[in-house]
């Protein structure tokens, strides 16, 4: 049996404070709101395999005028589930990284401090065989590893690969 799949539409964070989270996502340019709101509860904890009586609050950003792809979906419940370690620093084993393009690049860097970036190196120039660009990986006010790279957002419709 075969099966047709889609480019990744969003990822799911969960945050402890959704508007905390928003403005620091606002502030990477994730200004567009696709969809907000409380959900049904008792989907939510069939979904989540949480407790019946949770609640989840939600915004699903994207930046302004581009495609329902690509979202970073903030989901807030209550009463508040257990949290894993949050990262403070270099990435972990088994850990997802957010990676988004961003032009200028320290801009975005200072843009996401401004906004509550829980740990921001300066971004460093990445070489390899095919290019050179400036990324970083930050963290947002969570500890989400967040991987920002000095490209022009335009790029993400490219169709070919890696140096075609």
């Known amino acids: 049996m075969t099966h047709n799949i889609s480019s990744l ?3 799911a964070v969960f945050v402890s404070d959704l508007e905390r989270s928003s403005i620091f996502y ?31 609050r939600c915004r699903i950003l994207r930046p302004e005028g581009r ?3 690509g979202m970073i979906g903030l989901f807030e ?9 949050q990262g403070d620093g270099p990435p972990r084993l088994g850990e997802v ?3 988004l393009y961003a032009t200028p690049i320290h801009a975005a860097v200072e843009a996401a401090r401004a906004a509550g970036a829980s740990w921001s190196p300066d ?7 095919h290019r050179q660009q400036y990324e970083v990986c930050l ?7 967040i991987n920002l790279i000095d ?14």
Not at 123 to 129: G, K, T
Not at 158 to 164: D, E, I, N, Q
């Open 139 to 145: 963290r947002d006010p969570d500890g989400v590893l």
């Open 97 to 99: 990284a957010l990676v």
């Open 67 to 69: 495609p329902n792809f």
């Open 26 to 56: 606002r502030a990477l340019g994730l200004t567009s709101v696709y969809f907000e709101g409380e959900l049904d509860g008792p989907s939510t904890a069939a979904a989540l395999k949480t407790p019946p009586t949770t609640t989840c």
């Open 123 to 129: 971004p460093s120039l990445f070489v390899m065989a």
């Open 9 to 11: 539409i969003r990822s």
């Open 151 to 164: 490209r022009p957002p335009a790029e993400q419709d490219r169709t070919t690969p890696v140096g075609g």
């Open 77 to 85: 419940l209550t009463p508040a589930q257990e949290a894993i370690p």
